[in-house]
Structure formats: C-alpha cells, structure tokens
C-alpha cells in the first residue's frame, strides 16, 4: 500500500472494551502535539451513525474520533458500515451511500473482494494528507470463524503497516485469559504486529494488578503500555446501543415526588431498532431532567415528556408498538402529555407510512394520527448536516421566537404535509441553499416531530424546551442547566489526559516514528 502516513491501531479483545475511546484519545493527543491526525475504521456496524459536510454517513463513533481529532468527519474515515435490518440482514453503507441490502452469510462471501479495494481507496485518501492515522479495529481479531474474511482488523493492520496495541477490559473480569486467548489465537506474523496491550477500565489497588500483568509481559512477550483507570460520566459517544442506559420495563423513577422543583421525567421508547441513542445524551447531561429508556407501558405511564426517537426499521417498529399496547397508550397519552419525534419517531406519529418499494417492508400502515403528515420510503437516502429556524409558533404553549436548530438527517422516507398541518421548522441543508420545510407540530402545541437528528445538542434550543416542557407540566424553572458543547470538549480534554498521564506516550509516539514532547502539568508554566 503506498501511502505517507504513519499508522498505530487499537485493537480489543472483545466488543466494547472501550477500543473507540482510546481510539479517540490518541487522536487529540496526537492533534495536540502539532501533528496531522485522522481516525479510521474500515467497516462498523452500528444503528448509531453521523452525517459528513459532505453528506455521506458514517459511524457515530468515528464522527466524535474526527471531532477529537480537530477535523471535519469524512467518509473516508469509516468506508464500510453495516445498520443492522434484523437478526439475518443488515444495510450495508459503502462511501456513505447505500451499497446493498444482505444476509449475513452474503456478506461475509462478498465482503474480502469486493469491499477490500473501497477500504483501501479510503485509507489512501486520509493517508496522504496527514502524519499519523489511529485505527480502530472491531470486536476481536481472533475470531477464528470469521478470520479469513475479516478486513477490519488484522488484514488491515497489515495493508497499513500499523503497529497494534490490544486493549483488554478488566471491569469485565478475565481480562488475562482474554488477552492470552487472543494472542494465542492469531497467527505468529499477526503477533508480531501486536506491541503492546493496554488494560482499560481499573478500579483499585494497581499493586493487586502488578503480579498479573508481568506474568502476563513473561507468557506473551509483549510490553503493558499502561492501565487507564475506570472514567466516571464521560458523556462521549459510544459505538452501539452496547453503551445504552438500562432499558426499563417497570416504573422506576427516582422523581417521583411532588416538589415543583423535581426533575422532568422523559421516557424514551427503546424500540428494537433504535437508532441514533446519542441524541439524548445531552438531555442527560442536564441536571433538572431524569431520562429513562423504556419498553413497557408500565415504565412510561409517569412520565411527563415521551419521546419516540430514530428507528432504522420504522413499520416494524411500530408493529412492535402494537404487539406492546404502546400505539393506544401513546395516542391516549397524548392528550394530556407532551410528545415528541424525532426521524423515524416523527413518521410514527403520522398518520401513514407506505412503502411502495420494500426498501423496509412492502405495503402501507395507518400510524398513530398525532401529526397530520404521511410518509413514503424511498430508496435514496437523506444524509445531510442541516441548519434552521423553528416557524412554528409555540412548543409545548411556550413561543419559540424564531429560535435556531441545527442537526444532521439520515433518512429513507420523505414525507408530505396533509391539510392543516403546520411545519415545525425551515431549514438548509447543506451544499443546498434552497430552504425545506422539517417536521410538524400538533394544533394545541403539545406534539412535535423533527427529522433532524442531534437537535438536543444547541445549548438555547434545549434549555428553551426544557423550560417549556417544565411549566407545561406544573414545574418550575431548572435551577441550572448545563453548558452540552462544554462539557463535551471538557470530556475529550478529561479522556485524552487521562490516557496521555496513564500510558506510555513515548513508546505510542515511537510506534508511529514520531516524537512526543511530554507536556507540562496544570499549572505549569511551559
């Protein structure tokens, strides 16, 4: 492969040992130290996804790598992601556009020859502008079923030179068999490229630790380039709904009494396809609300404020409302509670869903009716970041006064006004200067859905809601609010600190034939 950039990648020994975190961390620290740094992922799956300026998707996590890192995101940067469609097939996402709809079993026959060249064409891209390329690989690369196909971990770690770290997760417990069961089961060439293993997510006596990880530097001849310690409400992204909060089924909530001063309750309805769960992170971040996914009538019958977020299979989402008695409890709830939608929640809330061409499933459905709108799927998908100013009047009987939204849309339906519908926003999208009409709110205010994801995310818009759904709901003014755009920058300054005072830069920075310059402690002077 010939290509400019320097190369290390972060391995796991499993799904969820916080591979997308480090990842993360190494790219500001690099950033930091004045070089040119990108992220890279060859194929994800996830239902969590971003859009790129340019309009293309990619997974969520590598948006928030690119964030770290200082850049704009680009589709380069995650070529491959697989949205799961169900337990046998999944949409497949090549360059941030739709490439097919497959079967497991056919995707991993085609995946080898016909994705390998656009993975490579990606890496190329991102290669020759810049210094230093932090790759992140999936799940293990040591699954010995699939090995022979997989080109997201070691046979990328071969076509970009790079030199592996292994991140093991010992919150899980094992975190020594699992790290001596992957080295075991790569191939001795795959073992060299692995310098060194990083244990993630401690929380103790590291003197308890010592004994095990030089017994383990003796068995697999690798150097421990560090030990981060467990890190408490990060509010970064995670890579899949792995990272969603407890999904509950029963009433469970803490804010149960009636001060006016209590948190807003919101229930998020978990669908089984979920989509896009980093929505709401800033609406958890925010002290005077009190956020809970559910699944049950049960567990949001107490809520003031419901929410039925993305879903990357809508119609059958909604059938699975329908199975739960959630359609008839939303639209009762509706009369006296607050709503909202957001993409495929929005279309929910219509009155109508068709899908001519099977792009989900084939035929129409009657929704909830809270919105006067339908949908119809279509194969083209939106993916766009996006801009705007909410027209409607009032939300939730608060006026909104021309207030700014911003976001990003990845969609398949496009959907049309019926009488008496009045538009949530007008927005830009962009590279596109002609302005659209997004969303629609309920007659009596108290109902709204939006295409846009990560509306939550603007500090004004949020706290403007939050006010509004608060004295709707008999509550009084939060006392504070948080600062989201903040305490998100903060969080990635906390993450790479953490990593950069925990593991061995020098040698991180060697890996890559790069020099680190170790920086001052707070406080100071340079």
């Known amino acids: 492969m010939s290509h400019s950039a320097r190369a290390v990648m972060v391995l796991g020994t499993g799904s969820h040992v916080g591979k997308s975190l480090i990842t993360a961390a190494l790219c ?103 210094d230093v390329i932090v790759l992140e690989g999936a799940g293990s690369p040591a699954e010995i079923n699939l090995k022979d196909r997989d080109v997201v971990n070691m046979r990328m770690a071969k076509l970009a030179g790079a030199a592996c770290i292994l991140a093991g997760d010992v919150d899980r417990g094992g975190v020594f068999a699992s790290l001596l069961g992957t080295m075991e089961l790569l191939d001795p060439s795959e073992r060299e490229q692995i310098a060194g293993f990083v244990i993630n997510k401690f929380r103790g006596d590291l003197s308890l630790l010592t004994p095990g990880i030089e017994m383990m530097e003796a068995r697999i001849g690798k150097r421990c380039l560090g030990v981060l310690p467990w890190m408490h409400d990060l509010s970064l992204d995670e890579e899949d709904s792995v990272g969603l909060a407890k999904v509950q089924h029963r009433a469970v909530w803490q804010s149960g009494n009636g001060s006016p001063d209590r948190p807003l309750r919101v229930a998020i309805v978990a669908l089984p396809t979920f989509s896009n769960f980093t929505d709401f992170d800033s609406l958890r971040s925010e002290p005077s609300i009190e956020v809970h996914f559910c699944r049950s009538v049960e567990a949001c019958r107490e809520a003031d404020l419901l929410i039925l977020p993305g879903s990357k299979q809508t119609m059958d989402d909604f059938a699975w409302m329908q199975k739960q008695g959630l359609d008839a409890f939303v639209k009762d709830y509706a009369k006296t509670g607050l709503v909202i939608g957001i993409c495929g929640g929005m279309q929910i809330l219509g009155e109508s869903i068709h899908d001519p061409d099977a792009v989900e499933r084939n035929g129409s459905m009657q929704t909830l009716g809270l919105l006067p709108i339908a949908t119809t799927m279509q194969i083209v998908k939106t993916t766009t970041p996006t801009n705007g100013t909410v027209i409607a009047s009032n939300l939730f009987g608060a006026p909104t006064d021309s207030q700014s939204i911003s976001g990003y849309e990845i969609h398949v ?3 049309d006004y019926l009488n008496t519908a009045i538009p949530f926003a007008e927005i830009v999208r962009a590279g596109d200067d002609r302005p659209h009409l997004d969303g629609c709110v309920s007659k009596n205010s108290r109902v709204f859905g939006t295409y846009l994801h990560g509306i939550f995310d603007a500090d004004t818009f949020r706290h403007n809601l939050l006010r509004a759904a608060r004295k709707a709901t008999g509550l009084n003014d939060p006392v504070a609010v948080t600062n989201w755009r903040s305490l998100r920058s903060a969080a990635m300054d906390r993450l790479a600190d953490t990593v950069e005072n925990h593991l061995d830069m020098n040698s991180i920075f060697n890996l890559a034939g790069l020099t680190y310059e170790a920086r001052p402690a707070a406080g100071s002077p340079r």
């Open 28 to 130: 500001r620290i690099f950033a930091r130290q004045g070089y040119r740094v990108a992220p890279f992922k060859a194929q994800n799956m996830s239902l969590n996804s971003a859009a790129t300026p340019e309009g293309f998707e990619i997974g969520r996590a590598q948006a928030l790598q690119a964030e770290a890192a200082g850049v704009p995101a680009s589709v380069h940067m995650n070529p491959v992601l697989i949205k799961p469609s169900g337990d046998m097939t999944s949409q497949v996402i090549v360059h941030g556009k739709i490439w097919a709809q497959l079967s497991a079993s056919d995707y991993h026959r085609r995946r080898v020859e016909e994705l390998t060249p656009h993975i490579r064409e990606s890496y190329e891209a991102l290669a020759a502008q810049n």
């Open 413 to 415: 339906g496009r959907t």
